[in-house]
């Protein structure tokens, strides 16, 4: 029998937390004069008085979390934050329905940036704040995840990244507290600056802050109906990519760099793969939107940098309509998005290091058509892979293909066109935010798709922001037997 009062006890503390962050957006609003203030203030009594109570009917003496129990834990909080974030867009002047507002949450604690709401710039800036938020709360939330507790499930591969099985030189800090507290102020520190650079590149200061906020969460949303593409500023352009770029590298090798490991950003494999991969397909697209569209080639270098970052890091900013550049450019588009960043960074995708394992696995396979008898071993970041970390990368690519194919065929069968169905399912699975065509694309939102469509669409986010694995071996009947 599974004991969930640890469970409860913990979404309890979360839900205090995410009441306390509704404040801050009712204060803003209160500043302005809008009417939205009285809506966060309730939503902000509702989310304490839930979560306290939560807290008090399940506090125990020995808080020891299982396996299972850790499972349960992160799908449930992910489910239960959403519902309770989506109050505000719901009673809101907006006037959304409870679909648009649970979509519109899971959007945003899920760092995916699909949105549904029509006429961002006119918005109350409390819902702009509280969009930004969600998703710099997502951002260090899954931060925290892929290093305490995706590894400790052994979740498609993360426990490579098991911190309690490496040497004590490989360590950002000795203990898990102070690792916390470390990235925690990384984080924040980096948010500050950003905000401070887009401030000084000529964002009004509003702007600034919700956008640094959702840069380095990699999340996406803007403050504008046409995003980043309506400051038009080259500046602003350059600071977003290399917010997006810093916000998809892992965040512990930031804290043995600043602890005097002045080569662990350089020397780790995912960060040259990263770089590479990203460099290689800016340069070669930007060549060819040059050549094919007659652009000025910085022109093309400029616009093509910023949103295949944008893309391949998840963040889901756009500064053009790139499904208009050619059928080229929107193929080259629609498997960036897939890529995703680093282990322990805010993006999502099938990340970086899983390519590695594959790309390993690979090779084994073609040397040993070669020469049957010998031996060869398949090597990350210099050490030996094991048996097990190679299965959990091949199942969770597989799993994650799988659930791509199916939520894609049910939003087909929704009768959505095959452009619209296609790169919504890949934009949520891989929770990036715009997908490709007139509809969904960079130059349109989400809003006009059917409600089964969104609710289907923010269950593909869930699975892609908790790696697959987390949410579906919740629905093993094996999983619940003691």
Known sequence: ???????????????????????????????????????????????????????????????????????????????????????????????MSYTDAFFEAMSGISTTGSTVIVGLDTAPPGILLWRALLQWLGGIGIIVMAIAVMPMLRVGGMQLFRMENSDKSDKAFPRATQIAVGIASLYLGFTVIWAILLWWAGMPG????????????????????????????????????????????????????????????????QVRWFVAIASSIILGLSIWHSETNNVVFLDALRYTSFNIVSVMTGTGYATTDYGLWGPFAVTVFFFVMFVGGCAGSTTCGVKIFRLQVLYEIAKIQLSHMLRPHGVFIAYYNRKPLSEDVTESVLSFFFLFVFCFVVLAAALGAMGLDFITAVSSAGTAIANVGPGLGPIVGPSGNFATLPDGAKWLMSVGMLIGRLEVFTVLVLLFPAFWRD
């Open 1 to 95: 029998m599974i004991d969930f009062r640890p469970i409860l006890f913990i979404i309890g503390i979360l839900l205090c937390t995410l009441s306390v962050g509704m404040f801050i957006p009712a204060l803003v609003d209160l500043y302005y004069g809008q009417r939205d203030w009285l809506v966060f203030s309730a939503a902000s009594a509702v989310s304490l008085f839930i979560g306290g109570a939560l807290v008090m009917m399940n506090r125990t003496d020995n808080l020891k979390i299982t396996s299972r129990q850790a499972f349960i834990l992160t799908t449930a909080s992910w489910v239960v934050l959403t519902a309770v974030s989506a109050l505000p867009f719901a009673f809101s002047d907006l006037d």
């Open 206 to 269: 509003f702007d600034a802050i919700a956008h640094a906020m959702t840069t380095i969460a990699t999340g996406g949303f803007s403050t504008k109906d046409a995003s980043v593409g309506h400051f038009d500023n080259p500046a602003v352009d350059v600071i977003i990519t290399l917010g997006m770029a810093a916000g998809a590298l892992p965040f512990i090798l930031y804290l043995q760099t600043l602890r005097g490991k002045a080569s662990a950003l350089f020397v780790d494999g």
